[in-house]
């Protein structure tokens, strides 16, 4: 802010100072070199205008570059958010492909129960009406042969 070859310009009446200083007991070199002792350190401790200014510009400077980060870094952000988003859409998209096939091939799944269950009972019926036929022709045949077969095992017994 401050250069040795800028020094600050302070209000202060060094004169005035070195008079006052030589009215109470000092004398003159020692009055002087007080003053300039003085004057030196408030000229290099002291801030101006000027270095407020230049320091308010730094700062305005360094928002500048802060904002335009910022700003980079939104545009960024929003960007990959849109991309986020994007593929999210895909995905949704692709997972309603999926479900709609995977239900597809649910309902195939369920005809081709059904169609088996129709099978089944078929066969059901078909086995039923067989094995009504086997028993109707078993009944058939030991109410024929049975008395031929009692009378026969009635012999084996009897003696023969």
């Known amino acids: ?12 009446d060094t004169l005035a100072a070195a008079k006052k200083l030589t009215a109470t007991g000092f004398d003159e070199p020692q009055a002087e070199a007080i003053v300039t ?11 101006t205008k000027t270095d407020l200014q230049s ?3 730094d700062l305005q400077l360094q928002i500048s570059a802060t904002n335009v980060g910022v700003n980079q870094l939104r545009t960024d952000l929003e960007a990959k958010i849109s991309e986020t988003n994007i593929a999210m859409e895909k995905l ?7 479900i709609q096939a995977t239900n597809g091939r649910i309902d195939e799944v369920v005809h081709l129960i059904g169609a088996l269950q129709s099978k089944m009972d078929t066969l059901q019926d078909r086995i039923v009406i067989r094995l009504g036929g086997v028993m109707v ?7 024929a042969l049975g008395p031929f077969y009692i009378r026969w095992v ?3 017994i009897g003696g023969g």
């Open 37 to 47: 002792t003085v004057h030196k350190a408030m000229s290099d401790t002291l801030t």
């Open 154 to 156: 009635m012999s084996i």
């Open 137 to 143: 022709t078993m009944t058939v045949l030991l109410m």
């Open 1 to 12: 802010m401050r250069s040795a070859d800028n020094p600050v310009m302070v209000t202060f």
């Open 55 to 57: 320091a308010k510009m």
């Open 92 to 98: 949704r998209a692709e997972l309603k492909a999926d």
